[in-house]
T-cell receptor
């Protein structure tokens, strides 16, 4: 299947720092989604992006849908300890129609650690 | 409370012993899916379902079966589990995966010895 490559794999930052992570693919995607997973829980949707070039914010989080439709990035400003977790990008490939509309591909995840 | 419920949370079994992980959602979602999570590999889609009696393979379907006899339930069946199926499994549901993504359950940690 189509692959999403996330980087970095892990980050160790101080509280208050800004964070940036990205997701790339060799194929185009119709939709980009960003999720956060807290320890012991399932992933939770943070931001959804639907159009190339789209920039969307959710509190201290900002995400962009790349112009080429092959990448997306997520920024977290002024990090706090509760930002700790694993962040995943996810995308729906083009041509997903009918039953394949249920297909959603995830990246490998970025593990974020925030030191107080 | 709107949620996806999967059981059990933890399961240890032996190679070859058939098992079923149950999943239920109370949001009347058409789409349901199973993922497995492994370190360094992220979440990989096993199967998904568009509606009752309609299922399709994800990226890693080998060794798994699913069924969707009712809209709210989507069990994952391992007919003959092997150690390489030791993983963290998530069930998820959605009204519209392409727009809203999936809502995930809390996970089932499976160990096959």
């Amino acid at each position: 299947g189509q692959q999403l490559n996330q980087s970095p794999q892990s980050m160790f930052i101080q509280e208050g720092e800004d964070v940036s992570m990205n997701c790339t693919s060799s194929s185009i995607f119709n939709t980009w989604l960003w999720y956060k997973q807290d320890p012991g829980e399932g992933p939770v949707l943070l931001i959804a992006l639907y159009k190339a070039g789209e920039l969307t914010s959710n509190g201290r989080l900002t995400a962009q849908f790349g112009i080429t439709r092959k990448d997306s990035f997520l920024n977290i400003s002024a990090s706090i300890p509760s930002d700790v977790g694993i962040y995943f990008c996810a995308g729906q490939p083009p041509g997903a129609g009918g039953t394949s509309y249920g297909k959603l591909t995830f990246g490998q995840g970025t593990i974020l650690t925030v030191h107080p | 409370e709107a949620q996806v419920t999967q059981n059990p949370r933890y399961l240890i079994t032996v190679t070859g012993k058939k098992l079923t992980v149950t999943c239920s959602q109370n949001m009347n979602h058409e789409y349901m899916s199973w993922y497995r999570q492994d370190p360094g590999l992220g979440l990989r889609q096993i199967y998904y379902s568009m509606n009752v009696e309609v299922t399709d393979k994800g990226d890693v379907p080998e060794g798994y079966k699913v069924s969707r006899k009712e809209k709210r339930n989507f069990p994952l069946i391992l007919e003959s589990p092997s150690p390489n199926q030791t993983s963290l499994y998530f069930c998820a549901s959605s009204l519209n995966p392409g727009s809203n993504g999936y809502t995930f359950g809390s996970g089932t940690r499976l160990t096959v010895v």
